[in-house]
């Protein structure tokens, strides 16, 4: 018999293999709507029917019965005992009304039998055959009766059901037990195990037990839920997908998927986060995963950061002046908006999002956006997106950018532009202080780019952001020239097309962004400007920077089997480590951020996180390692500083690095209670220096660079041992050394 990669398919009962979901709905109402009507004369409260829609779908769909009797009742506002299993249905408790929607589908079901989905059936006797094998995971305790009324219950190899959760003691959707303990009693593993739902809270059941695949049937017109919800493919029937369309999955879908994270649905109180997770970077920048379309406000914080590029303000704080160094947020390069006729910009948290689907491919570095948008005028619109950061010119970073009416035909015009009016605002403790980073210095046009220059205010850093669009369009006619527009600190570039439905509109920009850092450019304009006339296109920096992607994962990939979420967990925290420090760092004089390159909090700075990372560099990218260890020895002489300050010898490293090397961790804080100051002990955690010696030892042990120990390494390791033996004092009595004031 041929082997196939998955060998067990565990199906939910009601709407999955029978039409009993209706019924059931059908029973839950005629119970709800009853019992509500009780309370109105016995406590006068309103009467507002239970609906499918409404009640059913989200509250009890899918659940054990008791809970979703709980369920519903918590959502009105009502609170009744539990009461005990064995109830009748006449009382007045959670079991009771439960054991009574039960008589009443068990009336129905003796009444006009069980009606099944022939393609399911179908699909079951075909699995049979080819020796998959088949389990039935179901919260209702009809099951059995179910199954031996449609004649399927010799085909079934394991049932857990309603009966058997009680009996075990089992918890009930959306948890995974009913679907972990009948892929167990089939001896399968559940990578190679297929959960097949359609209900909400089976589907997160299936995704919560990392099943091979999680099969949503939609049956409610619920496929975008399911897909939110943990399903990896949506049908409305399972004859879409049938048993080619599951082996396809699990011979090639399955790797897919492991490559990359997605999201089906937009949470404005999620995106920040989410934002953070989709950043694209080479280790020179990275750019947070925000909107083109939108600005830094409660949801959004669209962020772009430099390798080591840090700026230091003074703040009042209370009755003192407090100085900090931050990581800088740069000039935002992603901005892209239109507007239909002589309406106001398309605002993304303004209008009704349809459908939305964001893929971070990590192979590749590519992050793909497609959402279908509906305006107040009900216009929609579909705009699909793409961006990537430069893997061979690491300075380079593109986008692509597509729009298509699908139900009308107007005029629209486009905006790209260039803004510098950005602070540091992505951590809402910092607001207070002062987060003015950037001060402009010019932007204009010169050789059909558009450019923008700023300079950080006290580091006196020139930042130079040039970019070129490229238009191209199918049934659309543009009207006129770029328009170029210079404000206050932005650049914008501004076009007009004559739309036609379902006709599209598609920009390239291509962005180049060079610093005056020291090991960067002299001149940042004119290099910025310069890679932008090299006669590069967006499709060939894009090829050549997913070639360079794939030599690093050909070096770095950790393949794992029987845990697909472990897999896809690894692989996502492997490219984020890349496009923080990644081949190109062998040139920066910049270390490892406790947030990598894609936000503000702990003010980018560095700490001892090298300790964890560095391994993986060791061998892989030993150039890439040295550089993270010389970052340290260009700052040895203000390590040494650190230590004579405090009355050591050797030298001491600051817990928190930025620019320089001297410690960036407050001593003192305001509490805002007290409204007292009172003494920061973080700079006490001395174990950095530890750190660093350890790693220039495990560098050496790795690649026995002798050259880099002897002009750097060794010098680091003997005055860290220096100072840690000025550190430790001798105690007489005990004969011990100690070691105080540590944190």
């Not at 048993?243 to 404005?268: A, C, N, R, T």
Request: some cysteine.
């Amino acid at each position: 018999m041929e082997k196939y990669k998955f060998e067990a398919v565990i199906f939910d009962l009601d709407g999955v293999i029978t039409k009993t979901a209706l019924v059931h709905s059908a029973a839950w109402k005629k119970m709800f709507d009853e019992y509500l009507m009780a309370r109105e004369k016995k406590h006068n409260e309103p009467f507002r029917e239970f609906s499918h829609e409404n009640d059913y779908l989200p509250y009890v769909d899918g659940k054990p019965r008791y809970k979703g009797v709980e369920s519903f009742l918590q959502s009105r506002g009502i609170e009744i005992p539990f009461g005990d299993p064995s109830d009748s249905p006449e009382m007045e408790t959670v079991c009771g009304l439960g054991n009574m929607k039960n008589k009443a589908f068990n009336d129905v079901l003796d009444k006009d039998g069980v009606a099944v989905y022939e393609s399911t059936v179908s699909l079951i006797h075909e699995l049979k055959e080819k020796g998959i094998h088949v389990g039935v995971a179901s919260s209702s305790k009809n099951c059995q009766a179910v199954l031996e009324k449609t004649g399927l219950i010799d085909l079934i190899e394991t049932r857990v059901d309603g009966v058997v959760s009680a009996n075990i003691d089992l918890k009930g959707k959306p948890e995974p037990d009913i679907f972990t303990t009948a892929s167990d009693n089939l001896c399968i593993p559940y990578d190679k195990a297929v959960v097949v739902e359609d209900a909400v809270s089976g589907v997160q059941s299936g995704k919560a037990g990392n099943f091979g695949l999680v099969l949503g049937i939609a049956r409610e017109n619920n496929s975008k839920e399911l897909k939110i919800n943990g399903a990896d493919i949506v049908v409305e029937d399972i004859s879409e997908i049938g048993f080619e369309g599951i082996s396809q999955w699990f011979e090639k879908g399955l790797e897919e998927d492991s490559w990359s994270i997605s999201y089906s649905d937009y949470v404005p109180e999620k995106e920040k986060i989410r934002e953070t997770l989709l950043t694209v970077g080479n280790g020179y920048l990275g750019t947070r995963g925000a909107f083109e379309e939108t600005k830094a406000g409660e949801s959004n914080y669209p962020g772009t950061y430099i390798a080591g590029l840090y700026n230091r303000l003074v703040s009042k704080v209370g009755d003192r002046e407090v100085e900090n160094e931050d990581f800088v947020n740069i000039p935002n390069w992603l901005p892209i908006q239109f507007k239909i006729g002589n309406d106001n910009w398309i605002e993304i948290n303004e209008t009704e999002i349809l459908n939305i689907e964001r893929i971070l491919d990590f192979r590749t570095g590519v992050l793909y956006r497609s959402i279908h948008i509906k305006d107040k005028s009900g216009r929609e619109v579909l705009i699909k997106s793409e961006r990537f950061a430069c893997m061979t010119n690491p300075h380079m970073i593109g986008l692509s950018y597509e729009i298509t009416p699908l139900n009308f035909s107007d005029a629209i015009t486009i905006r790209s532009s260039l803004d510098g009016n950005i602070i540091n605002d992505g951590v809402a403790r910092y607001r207070q202080l002062n987060q003015q980073h950037l001060s402009s210095l010019e932007g204009g046009v010169e050789e059909n780019t558009s450019f923008l220059v700023v300079k950080t205010t006290q580091s006196d850093i020139n930042i130079a952001i040039a970019s070129k669009l490229s238009v191209s369009e199918s049934g659309s006619n543009i009207n006129q020239e770029f328009k170029v527009s210079t404000g206050d600190s932005s650049v914008a570039t501004e076009f007009e097309i004559d739309a036609q439905q379902n006709s599209s509109v598609k920009i390239e920009k291509l962005v180049s962004i060079y610093t005056s850092q020291k090991w960067n450019s002299e001149n940042p304009r004119t290099d910025a400007i310069n890679d932008l006339n090299s006669g590069d296109n967006y499709e060939l920096l894009k090829s050549e920077s997913a070639k360079a992607w794939k030599e690093i994962w050909n070096k770095i990939d950790i393949q794992i089997e029987g845990d697909r979420l472990a897999q896809k967990l690894l692989r996502m925290h492997l490219y984020h480590l890349m496009l923080s420090f990644s081949p190109n760092n062998k040139n920066y004089d910049a270390s490892i951020t406790a947030r990598g390159l894609h936000g503000e909090a702990y003010r980018g700075h560095i700490f001892w996180d090298e300790i964890f990372i560095l391994p993986l560099y060791n061998i892989q990218f030993p150039e890439v390692a040295k550089s993270a260890l010389m970052y340290r020895f260009n700052r040895l002489d203000a390590a040494r500083s650190y230590a004579k300050e405090h009355g050591y010898e050797g030298a001491m490293f600051p817990w928190q690095s930025g620019s320089d090397g001297r410690e960036e961790t407050q001593v003192v804080h305001l509490n805002p209670v007290t409204n007292r100051w009172g003494p920061d002990f973080s700079s006490f955690q001395r174990h950095v220096s530890l750190a660093i010696a350890y790693n220039v030892w495990q560098y050496f042990h790795v690649t026995e660079d002798l050259e880099f120990m002897e002009n750097y390494g060794a010098e680091m390791f003997f005055e860290i041992c220096r100072f840690w033996a000025s550190k430790a004092i001798f105690d007489d009595k005990s004969g011990r050394y100690s070691v105080n004031n540590v944190m």
